[in-house]
């Protein structure tokens, strides 16, 4: 993880969002990732979802785990609150977090290994809880700190770099995220920067748990010909369904779209999502057609990306439990307690 | 045998079939009496059909530990009676269900038989196959009242507060009290020579579980985050804070909620839980027993190093692994005081009864929020699961609790930076700051090396600076932890000292001791790391025997790691059956000590 801090220059003329602060104020450390890692792309594409949608550096909380992904939030607005948890147990520490403090933008980086492996069960519950989270795997099916070995989501006859092909089901977080009932399922690809940065901002608007699986080939292990998590396999295979534009809360949706592709999500705050779809046939309002879609073109060989899913009818975890909207933590001590006389009260039925 | 307010009634039942609340409505009346009772349940880890066994010691002097003896056993339980007749004290009665023949072989001469026909009786007053099993349990309290000379308007009074609205209710379980009563009454000579009599001892005192009582604390503490996955013996503690809160945390016009509780999917993410919301400032806590500690180790370590406030119930039970889940034990203090890899150390504190979980589930956050550390409250299935007799709970209004070094907006706005793991004071403790209260508070909070200003490090003199400044703080919690509680007098020379619920056991085995010219000074701990005066009792004494419910000297242990106490003045009394300590124990062992030339 870097400790090397960036020199804070910006050119006069670089545009500023609407706080007054440029893309480099949403920058972090310098990365010390490998040169041509897929995960400097996708926190590149975090910058600048984030500074497009003009939110407080000290408004977001950026949570993870251990592993390559893990390390990315140091990379990403040093003037966030970050939390590198421990692994595979980013989804509980963000549960908590957000428990506490609703008020804030919760953004957790994590990988397939820390997701998949280690922290499937974290992962699972977050998404029964609609936890009011961004949740971004950088998914690339192989483990990079420890130098090469598959990960949950390699697919069966992916090559590693020395010895045999996987054999082993891939567990696929889309699929998975769909029968949990996700509200909010994206997947992408860290060289698609263009499709990438408006699923991360619905994701980060969308009230309840949202998922934004980004295939993020590891050059270093995993980058390799037989290998199905390449930049040039992923390229080849790659197939976006349904694409999606942010838009701001004042703007209004231009026309360029054909008539009846495009439809309007309304998310926190009076912004929207546009959905665009790129091919008929997808319904991302149906788990059922979804997820039978998916696997046809999984067994085709195929990466469908762009937002799958979205339901905004059901509550986030707060809602669902009913409780304040003000902060947990902002309420004042002396006001959670019924006082002394009640004590004596509540004593009277132990006599 | 011919005693007034000191008397043992055993109840053998099955369990799931209603027995607890007879046992609690006697134990209840007595209280009532004004006669302080100490109540046991002794219960299967299962939920219909295998032995369960409720042991109510009247004692008009007021100790709080469970008996050696056993004056009257209600055999209700056909299963276990044999032994049940075994376990009765000589010159002792037990009460049997005789509406079916018992082999005759199972008597003894020096116990009282005194057969009671329950369950005919009942068969022919009730209906229903449901209603005949629980009036059975409901009549044997009526039997045990007669022989006892237990007030019956007492009971009727408690029935009627139980069942306030349903007069029927009340009708029929008197109607069943009334049965054995007048049954007993008919048949035996009532009262036995061992009874009860109205007086003046539990006045301003309650009968309350630990875990109710812990609940209750967190309740005021102010406790708005609670994530948990359910363990025997804990879970009781979340169900009262979780009750407590559906009465004192809901608004009343709008209807929401002013606290989270969230049953995670196991140990590992209710600790992670706790973190995440207390490192935005929420008091938060979790309860559990042995393998959850075990689960949450890796983060304990976590918040020890990264300086995350937690508050921990560990509510002990028999191990090692899964153990005897529904048995006692107090065998958790070495994997607590060092939870996690590396070098960790971690505060605990040492509640003896109820009162002290209510008193310690507050302070705990104080602590927790003081020192920035997990601080795990060592409480057991004794305490908290059994009912005891214990003084009213206070709660000062103008007491401010202490949040810790938190940064306000305003003082990080004149800071020029904020740097998370600085010294400042020379105390050990750095500042934090919440998420969102200001830009300037913003930091980078990992496990993994890291500088005091809060950088990531793998430099060998910036991870050791922080490493040591934490044995700083570590000085500081000794010197601000509850400290001992010690009673000594300058003319003995042996010490007796404990942890917890060895407590009453302890008190009253040094009156017994005393009765035999054996006197002994005594001290119980409170709080890990142990405060100077802990060192000083074991430095004034030739010989110190140390009471703990485990087998390893788990205690014992830790004050020759912590304080560096002399090894040869430390003897060990052992208890770890599983069953609440008792005060024959401990003088059982200190009379063997002394017989081998130790000294008293």
Known sequence: MSYIGKPKVAHPKMPRNDLGLTARDYEGTVSTLCAGCGHDSVTAAIVQAVFELNIEPHMLAKMSGIGCSSKTPAYFVSGAHGFNSVHGRMPSVTTGANAANRELMYIGVSGDGDSLSIGAGQFVHAIRRNLNMCYIIENNGVYGLTKGQFSASADIGSMPKKGEANQQEPIDPVSTALALGATYIARSFSGDKEQLVPLIQGALLHDGFSLVDIISPCVTFNDHEGSTKSYAHTRQFYHHVIDADYIAPAEEIKAAYEKGSAMAVELHGGSKIALRKVDDQYDSTSRASAFKYLRERFNAGEITTGLLYMDDSRQEMHDLMGNTKTPMCQLPLETLNPGADELKKILNRYR | MATVNDVVVKIATVNGTGSASANGLLMKSIFRMGIPVVGKNYFPSNIQGLPTWYEIRVTGDGYQSRSDRVDIMVAMNAQTYASDLADVSSGGWLLYDSTWPRHKLLDRDDVTILGVPLSRMCNESFDGARARILMKNIAYVGVVAALLDIDLQI????????????????????????????????????????????????????????????????????????????????????DSFRSFCQQYRVDKETGERTYCIIQAEDELAAIGMVLGAAWNGARSFTPTSGPGISLMSEFIGF??????????????????????????QQSDILSCAYASHGDTRQVLLFPKDPSECFEMAQSAFDYAERLQTP?????????????????????????????????????????????????????????????????????????????????????????????DRLLVKWETARTMLPDAQIEVSKFNKAGLLTIGSGHGACIEARDRLAAQEIN?????????????????????????????????????????????????????????????????FVVDKVLEEVAKGRAA
């Open chain 2, 375 to 467: 601080v795990i409250v060592m409480s057991d299935l004794d305490i908290g699961m059994n009912d005891w007799m214990v003084p009213d709970f206070e709660f000062d209004e103008n007491k401010v609790r202490d949040r810790g070094k938190v940064l306000t907006a305003e003082q990080l706005e004149e800071m020029e930076k904020f740097h998370r793991y600085l010294d400042v004071d020379g105390d050990g403790i750095p500042y934090r700051t919440l998420p969102g209260v200001h830009p300037k508070g913003s930091y980078f909070t990992r496990g993994s090396g890291h500088t005091r200003y809060g950088a990531y490090t793998e430099d060998s003199a910036a991870y050791q600076d922080v490493v």
């Open chain 2, 520 to 584: 002994l000074n005594y001290c119980r701990v409170r709080a890990f790391p142990f405060s100077e005066a802990v060192q000083e009792f074991i430095e004034q004494h030739e010989v110190v025997y140390v009471v703990e419910q485990n087998r390893d000297a788990q205690l014992r242990s830790l004050m020759l790691l912590d304080i560096g106490a002399e090894p040869s003045k430390l003897v060990s009394l052992l208890h770890y059956n599983g069953m609440p300590l008792n005060a024959g």
């Open chain 2, 303 to 328: 918040a020890y190093y990264a300086e995350i406030p937690a508050v921990i119930f560990n509510v002990q039970r028999t191990g090692p692994s899964t153990g005897m889940p529904t048995r006692t």
């Open chain 2, 155 to 238: 009971i009727t009074t408690l029935l009627e507060e139980t069942f306030s609205d349903k007069q029927h209710l009340v009708d029929s379980n008197m109607q069943a009290i009334r049965l054995g009563y007048d049954y007993a009454s008919e048949n035996f000579v009532c009262p036995l020579p061992s009874k009860v009599e109205a007086m003046d001892g539990t006045a301003d005192h309650i009968v309350i579980d630990g875990n109710t009582a812990a609940g209750l604390g967190c309740m005021y503490a102010g406790a708005t985050v609670g994530a948990w996955y359910p363990i025997t013996p804990s879970t009781s503690l979340m």
